[in-house]
Every structure is written in C-alpha cells, then in structure tokens.
C-alpha cells in the first residue's frame, strides 16, 4: 500500500515523490512549497517590526519617505534664508548668481549640441530631397520629351522618306550590305539614331525587383 501524508500548505493527501528525498517531502507540489515557504518569510517579517515597535525601534517602514526633487535630507528642516546674518546673505546671493551662471552656460552649450544636430539632420534630409527631386524631374522631362515626339510623329504621319527608308534597308540587306559605301552606312545611322525612332520602336520594359 503506497504512504501518503498531507501537504502542510493545503491539507490534502499525497504520495511522495520516490527517491531520496521522499521522506523529507512536506508539499504536494512545487507551487504549494512556494507559497508556504513566501507565508513564513513574511509572517518572519511581521514578527520582526512588532518586536522593533515593541522596544522602540524604527523601522524602514516607520522613516518618512523623502519627497522627489526635495534638496533638503527627511529629517533635516527648511533654510529660512531671511534669517541668514549679512555676509552669509550676501555671501548666499553671490552663490545663487555662480551656479546660475553655470547651469546657463551648460544649458546654452546643450542648445548649440541639440541646434547643430538639427541642422544636420535637415540637411541631410534637404540632400536626399533634392536627389530624389532630381531624378523625378529627370523622369518627368524625359516622359513629357517622348510624349511630345509621339504628337510631333502623329501630325507628320510618319518620321522619314521612303528613300531614307530604303537607305537603311539596302544597308541591312544580306545581298547588299557587303558593297555598301562607308557614306551610305553613316547615312543610315544617322537616320536610325534619331530619338523618335527609339521612342516608337523600343518597347519599354519594367524589370522586377
């Protein structure tokens, strides 16, 4: 017949763990040796400030807590400045004037830091603007330059002659091309390099990223 005993935090049966250490388990689960073993620690800490009030000791939780952004120590009381004597007023006055002094000085050099990293960081930001505005305009010149061909190419009914046409196709020719004249072949360079040509016969492609 298995042993059990109770857990000492919940009361309820359990079987050890086998192993060593079986005999000396007093909990039915990790939690529950957690939570008693925070309850005893605390009920210690309790004893302990009763016993401190008792004798008339102070605890940390008895002290006064100190205000935040307060200069002055808990248990010490406020400067009546007023009441200083002449040379210490004026000694007081003279002081007050050094430190702020200084905590301008230290202000305005943080200002010159802070202003100086504004500035560059709008000028980096106006450099990358402009670059990119450039290459927008870039891009809207060179749209509204084949646009304006298209129209130039539409109201021409066309871009060259037949005989310029022909040209360009006697230098293409296999038949003809070996006995073709270095003129003829400039003429007919010069022909098909014009940009409306380009703009009508190359077909825009977007490569993908």
Known sequence: MPVTRNCEYCGEPFEPTPGAMAATQR???????????????ADIAGRVREWNREHGRRTAADKPKHQPGSTNKPDEPPIDWASLPGKVAEKEQRMRRQIRRELEAEKLAELDQYRAKLDSDFAAYK???????????????????RYQEGIEVYRAKGLITLDEYNVIRS?????????VSDKKLAAAFRLFNDSRIKTLLVKEVRRRR
């Open 27 to 41: 909990f039915c689960c990790t939690t529950h040796r957690v939570y008693a073993s925070r309850d005893r620690r």
């Open 127 to 145: 450099a990358a603007y402009d670059a990119q505005n450039a290459r927008i305009n870039a891009m809207r010149d060179d749209e509204r330059r």
């Open 171 to 179: 230098c293409l020719h296999p038949d003809s091309r070996a006995s």
